[in-house]
């Protein structure tokens, strides 16, 4: 299992260095239209092959949400703040509130309880990650792309993605996984086409590299990292999944330091390290 855990950080903050591929070669919610439409051809594919079975229809539309909060919703309502001026900074920042929200929205709705030290180990991992984004937050709220409108974008955008996590754990995880991961990202692909036409995206280089990060986007990061979260969702409490993707922007941050020759300042890689021994914290609870 720990192998399956440090796999999913790596997959997911692989998907933040993504996003920053894919500028001035694809539109974002071009990606990820084009990203979850495959992602539920190839899922659909394989639960037909494996002879999977599929959901009721009264089930249906329980997978249909899962699928558009998780990933529709999320990544949309990120886009777009960010598009409309929110600091990508900020917008971690407001990330780091996901697992305290996971832990809460798992008592209330699945009775899923997290112990003392549990939730030092997410407020610990939270204040990491904040020594980590550091460098990057404009907090002066001067700034034009803190508005009301932008934070509470970024807020629905968080709570969509914490909503979507515990349900999850509810009634649609005794369901197949192949069958609900291809209605999912289906569901998922039309909410990104919507949000595509809302800000009026287009952009699509025709070039290879356009091509590798779609592949790139299909296989791994839907058809290994969300899919390998699913799993673990279904065989861990949500919290601690949750907790454990603290470490995503932090690796992510990492990986730019060599692949895009970003800097990497001493309060960043001391925050790498406490968001490490809160995490460690939250799993030995």
């Known amino acids: 299992m720990a192998f399956l855990y440090g796999l999913l950080v ?62 529709g919703f999320y990544l949309g309502f990120a886009y777009v703040a960010i598009a409309k001026g929110l600091p990508a900074g900020m917008m971690a920042l407001i990330g780091a509130l996901q697992p305290a929200l996971v832990t809460i929205l798992a008592f209330l709705l699945i009775k899923e309880k997290t112990s003392f030290r549990g939730i030092v180990g997410i407020l610990v ?9 550091s460098p990057a937050l404009e907090l002066n709220m001067s700034h034009g792309g803190i508005t009301g409108l932008t934070l509470g974008l970024a807020c629905a955008a968080i709570l969509a993605l914490s909503l979507g996590v515990t349900y999850q754990k509810m009634s649609i995880s005794s369901s197949d996984i192949f069958s609900s991961m291809a209605i999912q990202n289906l569901a998922a692909s039309v909410v990104s086409c919507g949000f595509m036409l809302f800000l009026g995206e287009h952009l699509f280089v025709i070039e290879w590299q356009s091509f590798a ?19 673990l969702l279904r065989k861990s409490r949500a919290s601690q999944v949750s907790t454990l993707l603290l470490l995503a922007p932090p690796l992510a941050a990492i990986g730019s330091y060599f692949i895009f020759d970003e800097t990497m300042t001493l309060i960043q890689l001391s925050g790498f390290v406490v968001t490490i021994g809160g995490v460690y914290l939250s799993r030995k609870a």
């Open 10 to 71: 790596l997959i997911w903050s692989a998907g933040f260095i993504t996003g920053k591929l894919i500028v001035g070669q694809i539109d974002p919610n071009v990606f990820l239209s084009i990203r979850f439409f495959c992602a539920g051809l190839l899922f659909l594919t394989i639960a037909l092959i494996l002879r999977r079975p599929f959901p009721k229809l009264k089930e249906l539309p329980k997978h249909i949400l899962a699928g558009m909060l998780m990933n």
């Open 125 to 133: 991992g939270m204040f990491g990650l904040l020594m980590v984004v």
């Open 213 to 231: 990060l779609v592949a790139w986007g299909v296989v791994v990061l839907s058809g290994g990292g969300v899919f390998l979260m699913v799993w």
